[in-house]
Protein backbone atom coordinates (compact mmCIF):
# COMPACT_ATOMS: atom_id res chain seq x y z
CA UNK A 1 0.00 0.00 0.00
CA UNK A 2 1.15 3.07 -0.78
CA UNK A 3 1.43 5.69 2.28
CA UNK A 4 -1.75 7.77 3.45
CA UNK A 5 -2.10 11.02 1.74
CA UNK A 6 -3.95 12.75 4.82
CA UNK A 7 -6.30 16.07 4.59
CA UNK A 8 -3.91 18.36 6.48
CA UNK A 9 -1.14 16.75 8.00
CA UNK A 10 1.40 18.71 11.01
CA UNK A 11 4.36 20.19 8.41
CA UNK A 12 7.15 20.83 10.88
CA UNK A 13 9.88 22.75 9.36
CA UNK A 14 13.12 20.90 11.73
CA UNK A 15 13.31 24.18 14.03
CA UNK A 16 11.04 23.25 16.33
CA UNK A 17 13.21 20.68 18.26
CA UNK A 18 15.78 24.34 19.36
CA UNK A 19 12.89 25.56 21.20
CA UNK A 20 11.72 22.40 23.37
CA UNK A 21 14.99 21.87 23.45
CA UNK A 22 15.60 25.49 25.01
CA UNK A 23 13.12 24.84 27.36
CA UNK A 24 14.11 21.59 29.07
CA UNK A 25 17.73 23.34 28.93
CA UNK A 26 16.40 26.13 31.55
CA UNK A 27 13.65 23.90 33.27
CA UNK A 28 10.95 25.93 31.77
CA UNK A 29 8.39 23.11 31.31
CA UNK A 30 5.35 24.70 32.84
CA UNK A 31 2.68 27.00 31.29
CA UNK A 32 4.50 29.95 31.39
CA UNK A 33 8.14 31.01 30.07
CA UNK A 34 10.04 32.52 27.24
CA UNK A 35 9.19 29.95 24.16
CA UNK A 36 5.24 31.55 24.87
CA UNK A 37 6.16 34.94 25.30
CA UNK A 38 8.25 34.80 22.11
CA UNK A 39 5.16 32.72 20.62
CA UNK A 40 2.96 36.06 21.71
CA UNK A 41 5.46 37.99 20.20
CA UNK A 42 5.63 36.28 16.72
CA UNK A 43 2.07 36.41 16.17
CA UNK A 44 1.57 40.02 17.29
CA UNK A 45 4.34 40.81 14.41
CA UNK A 46 2.92 38.84 12.08
CA UNK A 47 -0.90 39.53 12.42
CA UNK A 48 -0.66 42.79 13.59
CA UNK A 49 -2.93 42.14 16.19
CA UNK A 50 -1.67 44.62 19.13
CA UNK A 51 -2.87 42.34 22.20
CA UNK A 52 -2.15 38.50 22.39
CA UNK A 53 -2.91 35.65 24.17
CA UNK A 54 -1.67 32.20 23.91
CA UNK A 55 -4.34 29.85 25.07
CA UNK A 56 -4.65 25.70 25.51
CA UNK A 57 -7.28 25.67 21.87
CA UNK A 58 -8.84 27.66 20.21
CA UNK A 59 -11.83 26.58 21.50
CA UNK A 60 -10.71 28.28 24.63
CA UNK A 61 -9.59 31.18 23.11
CA UNK A 62 -13.75 31.55 21.86
CA UNK A 63 -14.98 30.32 25.82
CA UNK A 64 -12.76 32.98 26.76
CA UNK A 65 -13.92 35.85 24.22
CA UNK A 66 -17.36 35.26 25.28
CA UNK A 67 -16.55 35.79 28.71
CA UNK A 68 -14.35 38.99 28.48
CA UNK A 69 -17.27 40.57 26.24
CA UNK A 70 -19.64 39.26 29.32
CA UNK A 71 -21.93 37.01 27.52
CA UNK A 72 -23.90 35.55 30.25
CA UNK A 73 -27.02 33.03 30.44
CA UNK A 74 -29.87 33.53 28.31
CA UNK A 75 -27.81 36.04 25.84
CA UNK A 76 -28.99 35.41 22.19
CA UNK A 77 -25.51 34.75 19.84
CA UNK A 78 -25.90 34.95 16.57
CA UNK A 79 -23.42 32.44 14.77
CA UNK A 80 -22.72 31.10 11.21
CA UNK A 81 -24.33 27.83 10.70
CA UNK A 82 -21.70 26.02 8.26
CA UNK A 83 -18.62 25.39 10.38
CA UNK A 84 -17.37 23.36 12.95
CA UNK A 85 -18.92 22.80 16.15
CA UNK A 86 -16.21 24.47 18.44
CA UNK A 87 -17.44 27.60 17.25
CA UNK A 88 -20.70 27.40 18.74
CA UNK A 89 -20.30 25.17 21.51
CA UNK A 90 -18.60 27.58 24.20
CA UNK A 91 -22.12 29.78 23.48
CA UNK A 92 -23.46 27.09 25.44
CA UNK A 93 -20.93 26.34 28.13
CA UNK A 94 -22.00 30.02 29.05
CA UNK A 95 -25.64 29.24 28.78
CA UNK A 96 -26.08 31.95 26.55
CA UNK A 97 -28.65 31.07 23.48
CA UNK A 98 -26.83 30.04 20.10
CA UNK A 99 -29.27 31.30 16.55
CA UNK A 100 -27.44 30.29 13.71
CA UNK A 101 -27.31 31.97 10.03
CA UNK A 102 -27.11 30.83 6.56
CA UNK A 103 -24.00 31.05 4.30
CA UNK A 104 -23.81 33.28 0.87
CA UNK A 105 -22.85 31.73 -1.94
CA UNK A 106 -19.83 33.50 -3.29
CA UNK A 107 -17.63 33.34 -0.07
CA UNK A 108 -19.62 30.47 1.66
CA UNK A 109 -19.38 32.57 4.93
CA UNK A 110 -21.98 34.06 6.71
CA UNK A 111 -24.59 35.67 4.98
CA UNK A 112 -24.81 39.81 5.63
CA UNK A 113 -28.88 39.78 4.60
CA UNK A 114 -29.98 36.92 6.66
CA UNK A 115 -27.85 38.13 9.83
CA UNK A 116 -29.42 41.97 9.42
CA UNK A 117 -33.25 40.06 8.89
CA UNK A 118 -32.30 38.22 12.35
CA UNK A 119 -30.90 41.01 14.06
CA UNK A 120 -33.53 43.38 13.29
CA UNK A 121 -36.24 40.63 14.03
CA UNK A 122 -34.77 40.19 17.62
CA UNK A 123 -34.89 44.25 17.72
CA UNK A 124 -38.48 43.97 16.89
CA UNK A 125 -39.00 41.57 20.03
CA UNK A 126 -37.06 42.92 22.51
CA UNK A 127 -34.68 40.36 22.42
CA UNK A 128 -31.33 42.25 20.93
CA UNK A 129 -28.75 39.93 20.25
CA UNK A 130 -25.03 40.62 22.33
CA UNK A 131 -22.86 39.44 20.00
CA UNK A 132 -22.12 37.69 16.71
CA UNK A 133 -19.49 35.04 15.54
CA UNK A 134 -18.42 35.23 11.80
CA UNK A 135 -15.97 32.74 10.63
CA UNK A 136 -13.66 32.32 7.68
CA UNK A 137 -13.94 28.78 6.39
CA UNK A 138 -11.17 27.03 4.91
CA UNK A 139 -9.21 30.33 5.22
CA UNK A 140 -11.76 32.01 2.80
CA UNK A 141 -12.27 35.77 4.12
CA UNK A 142 -16.44 36.51 4.48
CA UNK A 143 -17.68 39.40 3.95
CA UNK A 144 -15.98 41.14 6.74
CA UNK A 145 -16.81 44.99 6.63
CA UNK A 146 -20.76 44.78 6.02
CA UNK A 147 -20.85 42.22 8.95
CA UNK A 148 -18.62 44.46 11.00
CA UNK A 149 -20.45 47.36 9.92
CA UNK A 150 -24.20 45.65 10.61
CA UNK A 151 -22.43 44.73 13.89
CA UNK A 152 -21.57 48.91 14.41
CA UNK A 153 -25.08 49.84 12.96
CA UNK A 154 -27.05 47.30 15.87
CA UNK A 155 -24.77 47.51 18.73
CA UNK A 156 -23.27 44.05 18.25
CA UNK A 157 -19.82 43.09 19.63
CA UNK A 158 -17.83 40.39 16.62
CA UNK A 159 -15.85 38.08 17.04
CA UNK A 160 -14.09 36.60 13.95
CA UNK A 161 -13.56 32.76 14.36
CA UNK A 162 -10.10 33.05 12.25
CA UNK A 163 -9.09 29.48 13.39
CA UNK A 164 -8.66 28.01 9.83
CA UNK A 165 -7.36 31.82 8.48
CA UNK A 166 -4.05 32.37 10.17
CA UNK A 167 -2.61 34.23 7.17
CA UNK A 168 -5.57 35.08 5.38
CA UNK A 169 -5.83 38.87 4.12
CA UNK A 170 -8.95 41.29 3.44
CA UNK A 171 -7.58 44.38 1.97
CA UNK A 172 -4.04 43.93 3.04
CA UNK A 173 -5.16 43.38 6.76
CA UNK A 174 -4.93 40.06 8.66
CA UNK A 175 -7.84 38.16 9.30
CA UNK A 176 -8.34 38.16 12.85
CA UNK A 177 -7.99 41.44 13.33
CA UNK A 178 -10.92 43.00 12.64
CA UNK A 179 -13.32 42.07 15.09
CA UNK A 180 -13.60 42.87 18.77
CA UNK A 181 -11.76 39.67 19.21
CA UNK A 182 -10.39 37.41 17.05
CA UNK A 183 -9.07 33.58 17.49
CA UNK A 184 -6.64 31.26 15.83
CA UNK A 185 -6.10 27.52 16.64
CA UNK A 186 -3.01 25.53 16.51
CA UNK A 187 -4.95 21.93 16.80
CA UNK A 188 -2.74 19.38 14.34
CA UNK A 189 -4.40 19.73 11.04
CA UNK A 190 -4.52 24.09 10.99
CA UNK A 191 -2.11 25.38 8.99
CA UNK A 192 0.39 25.67 11.79
CA UNK A 193 0.67 23.42 14.81
CA UNK A 194 1.51 23.58 18.37
CA UNK A 195 0.08 20.14 18.29
CA UNK A 196 -2.43 21.57 20.32
CA UNK A 197 -3.25 25.37 21.07
CA UNK A 198 -4.95 28.89 20.25
CA UNK A 199 -4.87 32.34 20.75
CA UNK A 200 -7.14 35.04 21.34
CA UNK A 201 -6.35 38.50 19.46
CA UNK A 202 -7.41 41.73 20.12
CA UNK A 203 -6.60 45.38 19.77
CA UNK A 204 -8.01 45.74 23.02
CA UNK A 205 -5.74 45.56 26.27
CA UNK A 206 -8.17 45.19 28.91
CA UNK A 207 -9.99 42.33 26.95
CA UNK A 208 -6.61 40.42 26.80
CA UNK A 209 -5.64 41.38 30.38
CA UNK A 210 -8.86 40.04 31.58
CA UNK A 211 -8.53 36.48 29.52
CA UNK A 212 -5.43 36.42 30.53
CA UNK A 213 -6.44 36.20 34.48
CA UNK A 214 -9.21 33.94 33.42
CA UNK A 215 -6.78 31.87 31.78
CA UNK A 216 -4.81 31.34 35.05
CA UNK A 217 -7.48 29.88 37.58
CA UNK A 218 -8.69 33.75 37.95
CA UNK A 219 -5.84 34.25 40.70
CA UNK A 220 -5.66 37.74 42.27
CA UNK A 221 -2.14 39.45 42.44
CA UNK A 222 -1.69 38.56 46.20
CA UNK A 223 1.17 35.73 47.28
CA UNK A 224 -1.99 33.50 48.86
CA UNK A 225 -4.55 31.98 46.16
CA UNK A 226 -7.52 34.43 46.39
CA UNK A 227 -10.22 34.50 44.26
CA UNK A 228 -13.36 36.67 43.07
CA UNK A 229 -14.55 34.68 40.12
CA UNK A 230 -14.25 31.73 38.51
CA UNK A 231 -11.68 30.90 36.38
CA UNK A 232 -10.17 28.35 33.84
CA UNK A 233 -6.97 25.98 33.31
CA UNK A 234 -6.53 27.49 30.07
CA UNK A 235 -2.78 28.39 29.48
CA UNK A 236 -0.50 27.14 26.55
CA UNK A 237 2.65 24.84 27.60
CA UNK A 238 6.16 26.31 27.18
CA UNK A 239 6.69 22.95 25.44
CA UNK A 240 4.03 23.88 22.87
CA UNK A 241 4.40 27.32 21.93
CA UNK A 242 8.36 25.76 21.36
CA UNK A 243 6.84 23.94 18.40
CA UNK A 244 5.07 27.51 17.56
CA UNK A 245 7.71 29.20 17.33
CA UNK A 246 9.62 27.11 14.90
CA UNK A 247 6.29 26.75 12.73
CA UNK A 248 6.02 30.56 12.99
CA UNK A 249 9.18 31.26 10.57
CA UNK A 250 7.85 29.23 7.78
CA UNK A 251 4.17 30.83 8.14
CA UNK A 252 4.32 32.84 4.78
CA UNK A 253 5.77 29.36 3.16
CA UNK A 254 3.46 27.59 4.43
CA UNK A 255 0.54 30.14 3.02
CA UNK A 256 2.35 29.96 -0.04
CA UNK A 257 2.57 26.05 -0.47
CA UNK A 258 -1.48 26.17 0.15
CA UNK A 259 -1.86 28.34 -2.35
CA UNK A 260 0.11 26.68 -5.21
CA UNK A 261 -2.10 23.11 -3.83
CA UNK A 262 -5.31 25.08 -4.86
CA UNK A 263 -3.52 26.64 -7.98
CA UNK A 264 -2.83 22.83 -8.89
CA UNK A 265 -6.20 21.72 -8.35
CA UNK A 266 -8.04 24.45 -10.31
CA UNK A 267 -5.88 23.49 -13.21
CA UNK A 268 -6.61 19.95 -13.73
CA UNK A 269 -9.94 20.33 -12.53
CA UNK A 270 -11.13 23.96 -13.34
CA UNK A 271 -12.04 22.75 -16.39
CA UNK A 272 -14.36 20.40 -15.51
CA UNK A 273 -18.31 21.23 -16.33
CA UNK A 274 -19.85 19.94 -12.70
CA UNK A 275 -16.84 21.29 -10.69
CA UNK A 276 -16.62 24.23 -9.31
CA UNK A 277 -14.19 26.09 -6.03
CA UNK A 278 -14.33 28.65 -3.33
CA UNK A 279 -12.94 31.80 -5.45
CA UNK A 280 -11.41 34.64 -4.14
CA UNK A 281 -13.35 37.43 -4.31
CA UNK A 282 -11.61 41.40 -4.75
CA UNK A 283 -9.73 42.91 -2.08
CA UNK A 284 -9.85 38.85 -0.63
CA UNK A 285 -6.47 36.89 0.17
CA UNK A 286 -7.23 33.44 1.33
CA UNK A 287 -4.61 31.17 2.84
CA UNK A 288 -6.14 28.56 1.52
CA UNK A 289 -5.98 25.91 4.49
CA UNK A 290 -8.02 23.20 2.32
CA UNK A 291 -9.30 22.90 -0.87
CA UNK A 292 -12.55 21.90 -1.41
CA UNK A 293 -14.23 21.25 -4.60
CA UNK A 294 -18.71 21.48 -5.41
CA UNK A 295 -20.19 19.62 -7.67
CA UNK A 296 -22.47 21.82 -9.81
CA UNK A 297 -25.20 18.79 -10.13
CA UNK A 298 -25.31 15.61 -8.23
CA UNK A 299 -27.49 12.81 -9.52
CA UNK A 300 -27.22 9.10 -7.95
CA UNK A 301 -24.13 8.28 -9.77
CA UNK A 302 -22.11 11.26 -9.01
CA UNK A 303 -22.15 12.71 -5.64
CA UNK A 304 -19.25 13.65 -3.24
CA UNK A 305 -19.42 10.36 -1.44
CA UNK A 306 -18.89 8.59 -3.97
CA UNK A 307 -15.24 10.77 -4.51
CA UNK A 308 -14.49 10.53 -1.32
CA UNK A 309 -14.82 6.42 -1.44
CA UNK A 310 -12.79 6.65 -4.67
CA UNK A 311 -10.10 8.09 -3.22
CA UNK A 312 -10.32 6.34 0.47
CA UNK A 313 -10.07 3.26 -1.90
CA UNK A 314 -6.63 4.73 -3.04
CA UNK A 315 -5.72 5.40 0.78
CA UNK A 316 -6.35 9.35 0.43
CA UNK A 317 -8.24 10.71 2.72
CA UNK A 318 -11.09 13.57 1.55
CA UNK A 319 -13.56 15.01 4.02
CA UNK A 320 -17.17 16.49 3.83
CA UNK A 321 -17.63 20.01 4.53
CA UNK A 322 -18.77 20.90 7.76
CA UNK A 323 -22.37 19.77 8.76
CA UNK A 324 -24.15 23.06 9.27
CA UNK A 325 -24.96 23.76 13.00
CA UNK A 326 -29.37 24.15 12.12
CA UNK A 327 -28.82 20.40 11.21
CA UNK A 328 -26.53 18.78 13.90
CA UNK A 329 -28.82 16.70 16.46
CA UNK A 330 -27.47 18.98 19.47
CA UNK A 331 -28.26 21.89 18.13
CA UNK A 332 -32.01 21.05 16.21
CA UNK A 333 -34.04 23.36 19.16
CA UNK A 334 -32.05 26.40 18.31
CA UNK A 335 -33.53 28.96 15.65
CA UNK A 336 -32.18 29.56 12.59
CA UNK A 337 -32.26 32.10 9.72
CA UNK A 338 -31.76 32.15 5.93
CA UNK A 339 -32.44 29.56 2.85
CA UNK A 340 -30.76 26.39 2.10
CA UNK A 341 -27.13 27.81 0.86
CA UNK A 342 -25.19 25.89 3.77
CA UNK A 343 -27.19 22.65 3.48
CA UNK A 344 -26.32 22.97 -0.02
CA UNK A 345 -22.87 23.47 0.13
CA UNK A 346 -22.72 20.74 2.77
CA UNK A 347 -24.47 18.25 0.16
CA UNK A 348 -22.55 19.10 -2.74
CA UNK A 349 -18.95 20.23 -1.35
CA UNK A 350 -15.40 17.78 -0.55
CA UNK A 351 -12.50 18.62 1.14
CA UNK A 352 -9.59 17.87 -0.81
CA UNK A 353 -5.86 16.89 0.31
CA UNK A 354 -4.17 20.10 1.14
CA UNK A 355 -1.06 19.71 3.27
CA UNK A 356 1.36 22.11 2.55
CA UNK A 357 3.63 19.13 1.99
CA UNK A 358 1.60 17.35 -0.43
CA UNK A 359 3.43 16.88 -3.90
CA UNK A 360 2.33 18.15 -7.35
CA UNK A 361 2.65 14.53 -8.44
CA UNK A 362 0.07 13.29 -5.66
CA UNK A 363 -2.51 16.48 -6.15
CA UNK A 364 -2.22 14.59 -9.95
CA UNK A 365 -2.87 11.51 -8.33
CA UNK A 366 -6.19 12.54 -6.45
CA UNK A 367 -7.05 15.13 -9.82
CA UNK A 368 -7.07 11.47 -11.58
CA UNK A 369 -8.96 9.43 -9.77
CA UNK A 370 -11.67 12.22 -9.40
CA UNK A 371 -11.95 13.03 -13.15
CA UNK A 372 -12.94 9.04 -13.25
CA UNK A 373 -15.59 9.14 -10.81
CA UNK A 374 -17.46 11.96 -12.58
C1 LIG B 1 -10.28 24.09 14.57
C2 LIG B 1 -11.40 25.05 14.71
C3 LIG B 1 -11.78 25.56 15.96
C4 LIG B 1 -11.27 25.04 17.28
O1 LIG B 1 -9.96 25.06 17.48
P1 LIG B 1 -9.28 24.00 18.53
O2 LIG B 1 -7.90 24.55 18.65
O3 LIG B 1 -9.35 22.67 17.85
O4 LIG B 1 -10.04 24.05 19.79
C5 LIG B 1 -12.77 26.53 16.00
N1 LIG B 1 -13.37 26.96 14.89
C6 LIG B 1 -13.07 26.47 13.68
C7 LIG B 1 -13.78 27.01 12.49
C8 LIG B 1 -12.09 25.48 13.55
O5 LIG B 1 -11.81 24.98 12.35
Known amino acids: MTPRIWLSPPHMNGHEMKYIQE???????????????????????????????????????????????????GDLVLCQSLTFAASANP???LNAIPVFIDSEPDTWNVCPDALENAIKHYQRIGK???????????????????????????????????????GSEYEGQKLGTFGDLGIFSFNGN???????????????????EKARYLATQAREPVPHFEHKEIGYNYRMSNISAGIGRGQMEVLPERVLQR????????RHLGGV????????????????WLTALLLSETSESVTPEKIRLALEARNIESRPLWKPMHLQPVFTKCEYWGGEVAENLFRRGLCLPSGSDLSESSIFEICEVISLTL
Not at 133 to 161: A, N, Q
Not at 276 to 286: G, H, I, M, N, V
Open 23 to 73: AFDTNWIAPIGPNIDAFENNLREYTGAKNVVALASGTAALHLALCVLGIQS
Open 91 to 93: ITY
Open 128 to 166: KPKAVICVHLYGMPCKILDIKSICEKYGLVLIEDAAEAL
Open 190 to 208: KIITTSGGGALVSSNQKYI
Open 259 to 266: RRNFAVYK
Open 273 to 288: ENIRFQEEPPAAFSNR
